[in-house]
């Protein structure tokens, strides 16, 4: 998507310059990787114009392989975000409907091709919510995941008002879930997709996420994290995991001067997917996943351009910020 | 609708930032009358959101009323304008379907509220080309106009490739046009609008408008412009007028270091109108008319933000360009 | 006011580029009255030339009636202002003297005319404190306010380094305060303007208004605010309300991370008269009026482009600011 | 004084950014001398606040000596420029009154020790028109050069319409100008300012300069320059010289595309002088003046910020702006 | 290199901004070719920071595949562009000494790795005149593409003060140039490469390259460009090729308003480059030459970044730069 | 030192523009005493061409003296710097090497004649860490300060990874410490330099200072500060000062919200030097430099550029950063 934005803390009556990016949630995720050093490679439908063309271009600044990108339609999706601080909310107004990316159908993919080198397949759960074909073309590229032995995760995380295509989530997600081995989800959501009789305001993550596990053989780790809103401009962020059996916390990170907080948890993913393919340790793989999030708040744009070196040595709890020279 | 542009020359890809503005066929003739100093309102349908606020306040800045544009559904129509120079030509993607605009409906507007004290009443060719939605409103507004006794201007001219919804633009501009009382075409729009047998390249604008005003017993007079196009940095801009007998035409002004070259058909048409009724002498109206096109070239936006000592200065053959203070 | 500052936190020598916004105290009040869903029209007088027309243009875009606005002599107000952080204080360079509206005239305003559909009038301290002029017509325009039985609020806060004319403000104010329904006002001006014998330093906000209420029968309610200034990027804000019998106060709110802090009074008077207006409970207005003043902190230039929703949301004690989307 | 423009062509109204610079007449010519190599001072009066500091640091960084500038009062003087393009002319207004310069007194300079090392003293007609107070000082300085034996060189050019604090050009100017010994004036100017009887549409540059040398015995030169306006983009260039018997002209140059026009007069005087101390032969200083003027152009803001191989190359007919690295 | 330049045509005294760009004789034609639609690799060392890692994203990012770009040192070229306009001459200071690319030794690059999937090996004189690393890494890679058969073309065209490591031109090139298919030359480059006995000043393009022909049997053609410089915003281009027996020349194109001309050279190379592939016929490929190289003066940066349509509509004769819509 | 830096919190391969401004240790120091009200003289070496101008029109600016500055060679130092947030770090890459600094020699200065009016001489340790070239003219600068009685301070933090021509900093130092009468240093520093015994991480500034000032006679005072670093955004800053027989401390400043961390050991060394010229008592000025360093905290770019006022009031205790109007 292309986000636009008035500059700092201005309103869109106030400027008539906007900042532009491009971001989304698996490129956010993508990028993310690719900055922490694996190659990277976004699958997308963008639209056959100047501005598919500059889109992708900007992931390919971002180090990603667009090589699988499909191109036609006329319409970027779009986003629309005003920053607010401390008491001041962030406005964000979303324009999907019609993109090149909403009107993709799953045949225009070739998944065996695409994932035919391919280690780790990462889904979130906006992208089912877009349209039938979206919806269609993921679950197609889980399955052939599935086939080739590739892991696949999933960030469920999709507001309900995202599904406007006469599908509801709880329809649609729980065949893609049960085919994912690691999943991003908090316990409200789990609830919810799952039709469970738990009460949300009662349960903590950990009854719920026993319970969904029970219902997902497949189902490796659920992360989740906690973030504590002081306002606008200070989060406090935790990660938490199930690892099977029991449930792991970190300490919280003090985001004191949030800079960007855009696609935090689409850096929280991309920790939790490096973290895992580079630490033998589930709790050094939370710990790397929670400070990527937590690095992610000082990044402008959506995608989190840190270096491995950022988050391990926040993740090893060096909070300090020392000039690096 | 929203434009959005790199700044200078700069490519898409070349640039993070976008200049933002408003525009669009109707707007900008009303902002043009409106720096000219009449009263001008523009009756629209914007998306009810941050989106739809920012551009009413662009209009109010703009001096105009904005009392009566009704607000719904969520997208704002855009476009995407790359500037060219010399002979890079300047590239122009637009978003308008399932706008707001689009999406209004005849029956959203009260016309014989909103124009009860208009003395005029314009219409562009492409309000009719958007949607089914679009060119009933166009009608019935017309219609009103016709039975108040109010002046309806047309520019009628409009891309073939606009009319996407089903519907020709000969099919719907006819019966537009035959109630309208001031026209703005060329005779390449005016020999396919009404499928005159005529050859286009060898037709000429006096033998078509000939033809076309015998068809419309109402229309008072016909104008066009001649663009010779040395590049797309030099336009040479010459007025053309038919007023029921003749044609007359003012020398060219030679524009030769264009600033912004958009809107400026819309900035004749508000000189067309301005100068009818300012002016006893349709010549006058057409030296200002080509004067205010002229000027045009020179502002950024697509709007003709110059006033009326501006315009009559260049009308009256002063090119000097010498500084006012 | 022409407002005119450096980027960001630059000083002027270390800029080419100045930030340009409009503001002033009733101009702020009214704008913000605006965005929270008020008609509003501002009353003043602009210099007859481009830049007066850019200032109009500026209000107007701010939702402003600007149809009372009087125009004639060439200077227009300024300000000067370099940003601070922390420590570093932010600094002011006024440019009020022979402006367009310092130079006004009584007679160059009809009152009767442009009040006569107005349910409120608001003044500031400052409007007296400019000229013979200006104080003359303000006390004119409350005069016929009450005629109308107007609801007359005066925001008393003026500095005495304004009064240049001749004039103090003990010897002008309080024939306006008077006249006037509700007041904003610290008890360390009241003390200075209606020359108690109190000491400023030992005498509390309760004690001074109980003493000036039995002064002005008229008066209805008198408000100020506490700010705790922890540096100039951290402010903490309490309303307070003397009812006529009693005083209230809200809890502090925690402004931590100051986006800019010019026309926060303002945006409390602003939320003051909107809260009056709006709730039954007079404890409900100075909610909504604090939180409105800690709003203005986080948004950019002079007035408080804040929506009702955003308002009511921290009046109801919602800190978080969790994103809308 | 303070020059402040909207970028590019844009209008204040299309604007929320202003371009910062400083310039005035004697400004730019000691700061043109400055780039060509000469050590150059200017004495002025500005505000004792960051405005008055900002404009020094200015002034500063384009190598002038600022050790003679006094400071008192608060507001500085301001230029608003908006920049026209072909037909659309560039609008400027001054907001001179009641500034520090303007309320200078001649007693607050000693000439004596400002000029005690000075070779050359350059006034404008500005200067005089702007208060009593700025006459008598230019005045006493002009006396004071003339008993040190300083060249002293008078750029007259002042629109009438500057002469608002109650006198006019013809009783202030001759007693400046008869105690210079280089003038640059126009006949149009020479005329008003000596009230000839001379028709001034009908008088040639010749007849005039040669009638006003005669009454005065001092002076040495006249130069002045046409100026053929094309449009506000192009102009096109000649400098002219009365050498006390008769009258040099040089080949026009182009000015093909106009960056910025202000200061191109104050660049010709920097020419002249410069020219006349470097140069032995006249037609030479004329030739460098007029390509110092054309160069000026192409340089943005009030000052020509050019070297003196600049200057000296387009001087000998190098107009081919051939890259040098 | 690093392309750091005030913004329009400001001084570097007269900003506190600057604008970045990547460019380089090769990385120029690279892009250029990228963007005509072909795939593209750049060869090259950076320093091992985040200027290196930057530039390596400016590159993908403008479609270049950079996988082989080597990584080293500290440094990165750099250049420093103040652009002129009319009269005034752009200037240009290069820092190119000790950076990464200078210090590059052969043996960090594998040139029949590099090369064993190409089509085209393209090399400028600036390589092999920046240190002796470079112009060795320059003949092997040579050398290289001659063993596999692939087309080298050669723009030699280096200025002599590039020459600082001890080597001149006519010592080091023409052991390259006769190991080339493809040479971009003029008259005065060839006379003094290859020390002919000729008269710079009154030898014509077709005498020196009959000549010099007759010396390097493997070359083909030799293509030259005609460039009139009516000043530093106005140039007229005209090709000019030797195919072996005869001169063919392309009428001039008048680019009357340049953007940016920076980079023209390599543009006309990447055109002259597809040309060749894409046309049948030579005189159609030095017409797309001419073309790619008139579009890049209208583009801002190092880089030709127009596409195949834009440089075939000029070549075809439309110079019109009508709006693509 | 040229300096290089993204606009706000971006990366490199985020921006196309870098903000410009200019640096370096002894010339912060010099900035910022002449904001303090000082005459301060810089003594360097410049590139001689437009980025050494450009330098010196900087320091002009910034009120510095720069008749000393010589000219030669082509390079410009350079550092560029990516601001970080929170727990982001600010990375820094230097270019120092090959500079016109690094390449001055002793011989280019004549000091007696450059110190014969001076009352302070400062020099960092930065300076002796460059080049032999570099070390060699600060010493006799230092030696020349000793014979004409001028109080020299020294500014020993110099990173150890400087120092890349062959010496280390314990080689260089001392001979320039001994002579010097004013010292900033930690322990850390002073163990390294002096080749103590001491254990760094089990020594208190107390203990070194005393050992180091047995040998080192002439030394007077020596400071040193304390900084906590909470994060990127907020440290806390606390002055130490031994003044040969007791170390003084200040309470800590908290900085809470960091505008620019760059060059706040600079400044700390400015306020010691005007401290100790301005106040009698030794406490005063500690305070008096704490303040200043806390202060530049909240300043864009390299120096200091607050007013004695602002520094003072801190010093004083005025923590609230109080609007100055």
């Not at 599908?167 to 039709?195: C, G, N, W």
């Not at 906690?226 to 995991?241: D, P, T």
């Amino acid at each position: 998507m292309m986000r636009l934005s008035p500059p700092g803390y201005a309103k869109f009556s106030q400027t008539n310059t906007l900042e532009l990016a491009y971001g989304g949630g698996e490129a956010n995720v993508a990028i993310s990787l690719a900055y922490l050093g694996l190659n990277a490679c976004h699958v997308t439908r963008f639209p056959d114009n100047l501005l598919g063309r500059a889109a992708t271009q900007f992931l390919r600044q971002n180090w990603l392989d667009t090589s699988k990108v499909v191109y036609g339609d006329q319409r970027m999706g779009q986003y629309f975000l005003e920053k607010g601080a401390v008491h001041r909310a962030s406005e964000v107004v979303y324009e999907r409907d019609h993109s090149a990316f909403a009107r993709l159908k799953p045949e225009m993919f070739d998944w065996e091709e695409i994932l035919k080198d391919a280690d780790w397949f990462h889904w979130t759960g906006i992208t089912p919510a877009i349209s039938q074909g979206t919806a269609d073309a993921c679950l197609q590229a889980i399955k052939v995941a599935n086939r080739l032995g590739i892991t696949v995760s999933a960030d469920v995380n999709s507001r309900k008002s995202l599904w406007q295509y006469g599908k509801t989530r709880h329809e649609v997600l729980p065949s893609l879930i049960e085919r994912s081995d690691i999943l991003m989800a908090s316990e409200y959501d789990l609830i919810d997709i799952f039709q469970l009789a738990n009460d949300p305001e009662n349960s903590s993550f950990k009854e719920v996420v026993k319970e969904v596990s029970q219902k997902l053989p497949r189902l490796n780790k659920i992360f989740d994290k906690a973030r504590e809103m002081v306002s606008a401009s200070h989060h406090r962020i935790q990660g938490k995991m199930w690892n099977g059996s029991s449930v792991a916390k970190t300490p919280f990170l003090d985001v004191t001067h949030i800079v960007d907080r855009v696609g935090t948890g689409d850096a929280y993913c991309a920790g939790v997917i490096f973290g895992l393919l580079h630490y033998k340790n589930d709790q050094d793989a939370l710990r790397f996943a929670t400070a990527a999030c937590a690095l992610k708040h000082t990044v402008e744009g959506d995608a989190n351009m840190v270096s491995f070196e950022n988050v391990k040595g926040l993740a090893d709890g060096n909070t300090s910020g020392r000039i690096i020279r």
